[in-house]
């Protein structure tokens, strides 16, 4: 990736501060973060050494902070967990992995927490990803401190996410949340607190994860979604930002970069990216991000650079 930053387009970079289990990769003096455990096992010992040097060559360094997945916080604080009503334990996901309840301010106040030390350590951004209620796993048995009702979901995330940039904001930081690709189409919360009209006032970035192979079977009118990225991404990005006309967010879309999983089965190379890109851009988003989960980025897709990162959202 380093090196893709020397010879390519790309311009900014996104390092996992809170990853999907909850795990810290830097020595993080959260006491709250310490005394659940969140840190390691592997720790990045250069991790501020390297951000010193990305930030010496002007690239835009985003935090990418796992919210309500949290396996690390729920095992340890099990009053914070989103609880199974039939073991009376922590509940847990078709990952094997646990959730803390996101209606607990207390929640809250660990993320921002965690979103403080990263914005200290030299982050331009902080990326909350699972900003969300849960979508797999056995759902009626998911137990919350109160009940839940699309409003109350809706309503909870945006607060999360007025809090935080509440008491971010004096960091300089900017906030991003990451959203899923299809509520672009649908006017309810999805079933998991995300609609973008109470999204969007809250961030100065929404982010999209626009992958074809994530898509419903003909949505939006496709019944083979991969085989029209360029359509996919344009119109998902087109219908985001009518739905938040007149609002300083941006869209900048997470673009795929990975094999197929859900339809053809085919490899995701240069033309399929080139054609996200290009309707990344035509649809109006604010740049893009790719997703490989093995950090296996198809360069040949990418123009030659490097361009000088954007330091503030235009």
């Given at each position: ?181 299809y509520t672009a189409f649908n006017d309810n919360d999805t079933d998991i ?96 991000m790719l997703w490989n989960p093995r950090n296996d980025y198809t360069a ?15």
């Amino acid at each position: 990736v380093f090196d893709l930053l020397e010879r390519t387009e790309l311009n900014a970079v996104v390092i996992d501060v809170k990853g999907d289990r909850g795990l810290i990769p830097y020595r993080t003096q959260v006491p709250a973060a310490l005394e659940a455990g969140a840190l390691g096992p592997v720790i990045m010992k250069d991790f501020d050494k390297i951000v010193a040097d990305l930030k010496s060559r002007n690239v835009y360094l985003i935090a990418r902070i796992v919210a309500f997945k949290e396996n690390v916080l729920a095992t340890a604080r099990p009053e914070l967990a989103v609880i199974d009503t039939r073991t009376g334990k922590a509940w847990i996901d078709n990952e094997k992995l646990a959730w803390v309840d996101p209606t607990r301010e207390e929640v809250w106040d660990y993320l921002i927490a965690v979103a403080k030390e990263a914005a200290a350590k030299g982050f331009d951004e902080i990326q909350f990803d699972y900003v969300r209620f849960p979508t797999d796993g056995k759902l009626s048995a998911a137990k919350y401190s109160k009940p839940i009702t699309p409003q109350v979901r809706i309503e909870t995330i945006a607060a999360f996410l007025t809090k935080a940039r509440k008491e971010l904001g004096p960091t300089g930081v900017f906030i991003a949340a990451d959203i899923f690709g299809y509520t672009a189409f649908n006017d309810n919360d999805t079933d998991i607190g995300q609609r973008i009209e109470d999204l969007a006032p809250h961030v100065d970035y929404l982010s999209p994860m626009v992958y074809p192979s994530g898509y419903h079977l003909g949505i939006p009118g496709y019944r083979n979604p991969v085989h029209h990225s360029y359509e996919i991404v344009r119109e998902s990005i087109r219908l985001t930002r009518k739905r938040t006309e007149g609002l300083p967010v941006q869209i900048r879309p997470w673009l795929q970069d990975f094999k197929d999983y859900a339809f053809d089965k085919r490899n995701f190379g240069v033309t399929e990216i080139r054609d996200q890109i290009r309707g990344s851009d035509e649809g109006g988003g604010s740049g893009w991000m790719l997703w490989n989960p093995r950090n296996d980025y198809t360069a040949a897709a990418l123009r030659p650079g490097p361009m000088l990162a954007r330091k503030s959202p235009t």
